[in-house]
C-alpha cells in the first residue's frame, strides 16, 4: 500500500449536483495531483497543489476545483456534475515540491464516482 | 495533439511465458517514462522507469527498452505470473510540465495457469 487514502471509495450523485473527494498524502508529501480516469482509460491530469495553491491544469473546465489544507490534504470539487463527469478519480502525492520527482509519486486507490 | 498511446488493448499470456507490451508516444520534448501497473480496485503501481537519455533499464523480471528514433516504449516481463494480470500503463513526462504525467490508454494482460 502507498500510504495515500481517499474517501469516499464510491460515490452516486444525480447531474447538476456537486461533489466533493478527498485525499490524504503520504506523510512528508508535499504537492498533490488529480487525475480523472474513464472506465477503459488512462488517467488525466486534473490539477496540482502545492503549497495550497494550484500550479498546474489539464484540460479541464473550472467547475473542476480543489484546495490544499496545511497538512497537505487535499479537496476536489466538481459542481453542475454530468453524466461525462463519471469515472475513478486519483490523487497522487510527491515530496520535494513542484520539482520533485515524479518518480516518487504515489496513487490512492481512487474514488469511484457515478453520475446518474 | 500529443500523447501516449498503446498499440495492444489486451494481450493473453501462457503462465511462465513472457510478455511484451507496447506504447507509441508523439511528445519528442519527453524527459521519461514510467511504466504503471493497475489492478482492478487499486490505483496505478510504478513498475519501472526510463529516462529519454537511455535505451534500456531493467529491473526484478521487468525490462524497459525505449526506441526514440521511432518514438517507440515496450515493457517486457519475464516469466509472467498469475499476479502479474493487471492493466498496464505507460505515461510519460514532459520536460517542464512539473511531473504532469501524460498516460496511454493502457493494455490488460491476462496470464492463463
Known amino acids: 500500500e502507498t500510504g495515500v487514502t481517499q474517501s469516499p471509495t464510491h460515490l452516486i450523485k444525480t447531474r447538476g449536483q456537486q461533489v466533493t473527494l478527498r485525499c490524504s498524502s503520504q506523510s512528508g508529501h508535499n504537492t498533490v495531483s488529480w487525475y480523472q480516469q474513464a472506465l477503459g482509460q488512462g488517467p488525466q491530469f486534473i490539477f496540482q497543489y502545492y503549497r495550497e495553491e494550484e500550479n498546474g491544469r489539464g484540460n479541464f473546465p473550472p467547475r473542476f476545483s480543489g484546495l490544499q489544507f496545511p497538512n497537505y490534504s487535499s479537496e476536489l470539487n466538481v459542481n453542475a456534475l454530468e453524466l461525462d463527469d463519471s469515472a475513478l478519480y486519483l490523487c497522487?502525492?510527491?515530496?520535494?515540491?513542484?520539482?520533485?520527482?515524479?518518480?516518487?509519486?504515489?496513487f490512492g486507490p481512487g474514488t469511484r464516482l457515478t453520475v446518474t | 495533439g500529443e500523447s501516449v498511446g498503446l498499440h495492444l488493448p489486451t494481450l493473453s499470456v501462457q503462465e511462465g511465458d513472457n510478455s511484451i507490451i507496447n506504447c507509441a508516444y508523439s511528445n519528442s520534448a519527453s524527459d521519461y517514462f514510467i511504466w504503471y501497473k493497475q489492478e482492478s480496485g487499486k490505483g496505478p503501481q510504478f513498475i519501472i522507469d526510463?529516462?529519454?537519455?537511455?535505451d534500456k533499464r531493467q529491473g526484478q523480471r521487468v525490462t524497459v527498452l525505449l526506441n526514440k528514433t521511432v518514438k517507440h516504449l515496450s515493457l517486457q516481463i519475464a516469466a509472467t505470473q498469475p499476479g502479474d494480470s493487471a492493466v498496464y500503463f505507460c505515461?510519460?513526462?514532459?520536460?517542464?510540465?512539473?511531473?504532469?504525467?501524460?498516460f496511454g490508454k493502457g493494455t490488460k494482460l491476462s496470464v492463463k495457469p
Open positions: 526510463i529516462r529519454s537519455n537511455m
Open positions: 505515461a510519460e513526462n514532459m520536460r517542464g510540465s512539473q511531473g504532469n504525467l501524460i
Open positions: 497522487a502525492s510527491r515530496g520535494g515540491g513542484t520539482g520533485g520527482p515524479v518518480l516518487e509519486q504515489y
